[in-house]
């Protein structure tokens, strides 16, 4: 006896009461008439002290997880970056994020400045950031935004570094 699937229409030949043509299909037809009693109860679990607690749990195991995938596999995120980069430089929200991180480290290196500097340390400064040749950056030897310490915006505080090392050191002291 041949009878048409109740969710995907396919036509099958099984047991005479069957409605479904695989369990699939029963369960997804399920899914489809109780979706609204599904949701709720996901509300309500996410909500509770114990899915609040799961939340947490699941968000840090995702972190580790991507941070393992991506010490694992720098080419491919770098790769990523970039497309992500390309993708998203000429928007609003891109170009919003982009200058608030740069003011906020025009606001460090200025906060970083102390008021005894004299002329000279100032054209010091100066001296270094134009001598600085292409490839390389000046960076700070102990960073002005730090985790454990902060460094001031003084000549004596920089140095010159090849870009890929100065982005691999980061906000860190080595």
Not at 157 to 165: A, F, S, T, V
């Amino acid at each position: 006896m041949e009878k048409s699937c109740l969710n995907c229409g396919v036509v099958f030949n099984r047991h005479p009461n069957a409605k479904f043509c695989s369990i699939e299909c029963k369960d997804a037809k399920w899914q489809l008439d109780n979706w609204d009693k599904m949701l709720e109860a996901a509300e309500k679990y996410r909500k509770s002290p114990k899915g609040q607690e799961f939340l947490k749990k699941d968000r840090i195991n995702n972190a580790t997880r991507s941070k393992l995938w991506k010490q694992a596999n720098p080419e491919r995120t770098r790769e990523i970056d970039k497309q992500s980069y390309e993708r998203n430089k000429d928007t609003e929200v891109f170009k919003k994020r982009h200058n608030f991180l740069e003011a906020n480290r025009r606001a460090a290196k200025l906060k970083a400045t102390p008021n005894w500097l004299t002329e000279e340390h100032k054209l010091q400064i100066r001296a270094i950031y134009d001598s600085c040749p292409e490839g390389f950056h000046v960076d700070h030897v102990i960073p002005l935004q730090g985790r454990e310490v902060r460094g001031l915006h003084v000549p004596w505080n920089l140095q010159l570094l090849p870009w890929k090392l100065n982005l691999k050191k980061s906000n860190k002291v080595e």
